[in-house]
């Protein structure tokens, strides 16, 4: 089954227009051949409390579709590595011409100049070396004029100027090579090209499947939407920052909400909202960036970057060190506790174990260590989880210096509350999101993939890489509904209503092959 399919999607909600590139920053309209193309950024997957952007290959969060000017149909999606800067139509030929890029924050002018065939849709980078594009026009045929920053800090320095114009003449623009272009120019006095992005839905971190079939979302500068059974938004409660986190209550009467202003700032607003009619109560506004972590039973914990952790409705205060977002996130669905990342070592990221609110003493205790192999003595990354027959699945990474290395993502299996591992799946990409089924884990990857797990053994029972009308999406949330619903959020801010392939758990393959 390793091959299989593990979902389809039924149902997607927060369509529109040009969905899949996100916040949209240049149009280009092209008479000949009656395409749009559009260039957005759907943002890096991190907020202040928790990220998912590692990867052991090239992570592209920018999009350029190509639209059917009468249907505003996608009919092509290239993923990019830096901001679109620039777009071009060939004046004859099938092809359109990309330009992306930025300035690293530090020395280098980064980006690429990219050729998109219209017939074939096969994207090329051009450019012998990363150069940032910020304008383009076709002369002729044969011939691009382009505006490219120059490489480094250095070179400004020099020149006075951090653009160069550039004619790039190619014989052939179909028949061109990935990285044969080598380019010099002559350095021009800038022109500002200010984008003033058209915002649009983007980055879904939150989503959850009520028992009467309404769902609810939290995303970029929507703190909590709802949506009916039937695909209507019934409600929505906008936000000026992010929704981050999203957590129901057992009786599902009300949803605890995790606000995030952004990085000017960087404050968090945690508040209730009644399911009803999307009425919102406040419950706590902090001057610094926090998550919120729940059990089972309801209760609520609020755990800032810096200073003690809050617990409701105790109001008890736990002291668990400094948080960061790379370490500490521990999100562990059903958990018959909270649950908490703490370092035990000299600084917060070293030595991390898992522990566990005690309401009864009103303090945390140590259960296990992060790390389930101490010989291997590695520094481990938090990460989402599903507290399940008895044992914590959850995602991890291992730092290294270097990055995320294949195969240093992991799920893992820990028998409750020894810390055991009973079992170790590896990944090349980091799990964004998790829940299960029955006795099916699902896994989400940035990637865009999808791997169900079986949760007893973790074999692999299927994997899929993640599609919407036909272009990949990144799921960013999940959220299990049985016998067969899923859930999930994506990178672009849709929510897709999936039914799962893979229903059919580990007892029931065992007393079949019996």
Known sequence: MTDSEVLTVQQVLGDGRFAEVGDVRLTETDSRTGHVAVGGALGRPLWAGHSVASSSGPTAWNRVGVYRADTLECVHLVRLYWPVNALAFHPELPILAIGSGSYDGGYFY???????????????SLLKDRREVTGLRWRDRHTLDAKISVPTEDDENELGTTTMDVAIAVPDWRAAKARSLQVNGVAVAPTATPFAPEKRRRQAWAVAALSDGRI??????????????????????PASGVGCQLYVDPAENTAVLNTWTGWTGSASTVERVRLADGHVEPVRTLDRPAVVVTD?????????????TEVLPSDSRVELGRYDLINHFFDIRRAPTLLFLQGMGARAHEDKWIVAFDPTRQRTERLFPLEWDAAQGRQLFGGPGVFVDGSIVHATAVHNGAGLLPGNSCVVRRSYPDGKAQWVFTADHQVTAMDTIGCTVYVAFNSGEIVALDATDGQLLGRQHLQVNGHPVVPLSMSAAAPNRLIIGTLDGRVLVCDTAVRESYATRAATAQ
Not at 110 to 124: F, P, Q
Not at 216 to 237: I, K, P
Not at 300 to 306: K, N, Y
């Open 110 to 124: 980064e980006g690429e100049l990219t050729v998109l065939d219209l017939e074939s849709g096969h994207a090329t």
């Open 216 to 237: 609810l979302a939290s995303l970029d500068r929507v703190a909590v939407e709802c949506w009916s059974a039937t695909g209507e938004r019934e409600w929505s409660v």
């Open 296 to 308: 089972e039973t309801g209760q609520l914990a609020i755990r800032p970057e810096t200073g003690p």
